[in-house]
């Protein structure tokens, strides 16, 4: 997954008393390990994109540009590197 440094992620539905949806309370602990994955969950805070590279959360990071959509365009550049290794 790739990010733009100014993205911010967390599971902040749980600042309004909700459990985090799509088992993110069950898939967070495996990726940043359960003492980190407490933290988030229980503090609602929000991390951003440098953060969560180095928390492992995302695979890169990257400068926002003037139109918005660098983590995108970076995406669709890794998307163009994989689909030749697609066979059919």
Same mark, same amino acid.
């Given at each position: 997954? =790739?990010?733009?440094?100014?993205?911010?992620? %967390?599971?902040?539905?749980?600042? +309004?008393?909700?459990? /985090? @949806?799509? @088992?993110?309370?069950? +898939?967070? /602990? +495996?990726? $940043? @390990?359960?003492?980190?994955?407490?933290?988030?969950?229980?503090? %609602? +805070?929000?991390? %951003? %994109?440098?953060?969560?590279?180095?928390? @492992?959360? $995302?695979?890169k990071a990257v400068e926002q540009n003037q139109t918005g959509d660098a983590a995108y365009k970076a995406a669709? =550049?890794?998307?163009?590197?994989?689909? /030749?290794? $697609?066979?059919t």
């Amino acid at each position: 997954m =790739t990010k733009a440094y100014s993205a911010q992620m %967390g599971l902040i539905e749980t600042t +309004r008393g909700l459990l /985090p @949806g799509a @088992g993110g309370s069950q +898939r967070l /602990p +495996r990726m $940043v @390990g359960i003492t980190l994955a407490k933290e988030l969950i229980f503090t %609602g +805070r929000r991390v %951003g %994109g440098q953060t969560a590279l180095e928390m @492992g959360l $995302v695979n890169k990071a990257v400068e926002q540009n003037q139109t918005g959509d660098a983590a995108y365009k970076a995406a669709l =550049t890794l998307a163009r590197e994989i689909l /030749p290794q $697609v066979r059919t």
